[in-house]
């Protein structure tokens, strides 16, 4: 049968070199044995004897690097470090005192325990590292996701948009074309060709349209209706940002200091794009030529482009 063993602290109990042999052969025995079993220990010896054996294994529980405080995880395939050294120097032993056991100390020893204890370090940086990456990735799939949504709602706008372009592109078309036929009518009073002429176009229109049921068109009219109120949304937007946008211009305009005006001095009004000259100015009023005609307006309204050579 089987044998299943856990044994806490294995060696401890008597001197430590001698404790360790013993455990050391006890551990072998159990190895030729096929015994299945957990041993915790802090002998090298042991965790040596794990490491070069085939089907054992050695496991530790990880301590947070910085503060040395139990992580409470355990992880297998890696001995671990009692951090001796870390901990006496975490609770207050002065240096000294440390330094004088470290000689006191097996050279090997002391570093195959720091390797053990920087192992774990790194260990630890790795897990943290893992960790924060498999955070941001899973940030990324929720930004791609998002993305992907509003790209589509996006294609979906620029589809209803492209519709609504075309309906009223053929509305347009339709409304030219009506005129066309009105206007030939009007010249030579042929009701045959205007008849003809009529008919040939809502033949061409209507070997455009699809046929479609009630509902199907009640929901595109549902939707045409909503681009429709959308778009007017968006220019009444449009329409008032400009609006601010000239009203501040004028008022920073305004602010300006005013730079007097002479006889002869090219202006344009403020909100205005066309240049004239002053002719003459009374009561602070200018009489301004634009070539074709004349126009008398308040000196406030009026910004210089440039002075009277």
Known sequence: AKTLFLIDEFGTGSDPELGGALAETFLEEFYHREAFGIITTHYTNLKILANELPFATNANMLFD?????????????????????????????????INRAKKKVEGDKVRFDKTIANLQKERSRLEKTSQNLKEEETRAREESRKMEGINTKIQQKLESYQELYDSNQRLIYMGQKMDDISEKYFNNKNKKELIGEF???????????????????????????????????????????????????????????????KVGDRVRMIDGKAVGSIDTIEKNKATVNYGIFTSKVALDNLELVERKK
């Open 65 to 97: 690097e910085k503060s040395l405080e139990p992580m409470y995880k355990l992880h297998l395939g890696q001995a671990g470090s009692s951090f001796t050294f870390e901990v006496a120097q975490k609770n207050g032993i002065p240096y000294g005192l």
């Open 199 to 261: 008919l040939k176009m809502v033949e061409i229109e209507n070997s455009k349209r699809k046929k479609i049921t009630v509902k199907e068109k009640k929901a595109k009219e549902a939707v045409q209706k909503e681009i429709i109120e959308e778009v007017k949304e968006k220019v009444e937007v449009i329409r008032k940002e400009k609006k601010e946008k000239k009203i501040k211009a004028i008022q920073e305009e305004s602010n300006k200091p005013k730079i007097p005006l």
